[in-house]
Nanobody, 115 residues
Framework: VQLVESGGGLVTPGGSLRLSCAASGFTFSSYFMRWYRQVPGNEREWVATITTPGDSTNYADFVKGRFTISRDDAKSTVYLEMNSLKPEDTAVYYC?????????WGKGTLVTVSS
């Protein structure tokens, strides 16, 4: 299993970014996918989940209405569209998949929201 995040960077408050996570090594279309984030020194926190089939989504309250998770099964990629970004959204964002008792993580992509 390999998960590779991309799309992070520096953005001013109120701005937008789109993160991508390219997956390989498993049947992507068969698994829920999740985004988490972590500020150094803090615990990693769940951000959003997208199910399969049906593409039902769930969000943490602190991103609800601002972030959108989506997936493209043909590309084995999950996305996180982030709008109205705030300084407190600054973190390393990780893609995650759970297969039975195992969890897999990418290396993360850094998002910095600052003026």
């Amino acid at each position: 299993v390999q998960l590779v995040e991309s799309g992070g960077g520096l953005v001013t408050p109120g701005g937008s970014l789109r993160l991508s996570c390219a997956a390989s090594g498993f049947t992507f279309s068969s698994y829920f996918m999740r985004w988490y984030r972590q500020v150094p020194g803090n615990e990693r926190e769940w951000v959003a989940t997208i199910t399969t089939p049906g593409d039902s989504t769930n969000y943490a309250d602190f991103v609800k209405g601002r972030f959108t998770i989506s997936r493209d099964d043909a590309k084995s990629t999950v996305y996180l569209e982030m709008n109205s970004l705030k300084p407190e959204d600054t973190a390393v964002y990780y893609c995650n998949v759970k297969r039975g008792a195992m969890q897999y993580w990418g290396k993360g992509t850094l998002v910095t929201v600052s003026s």
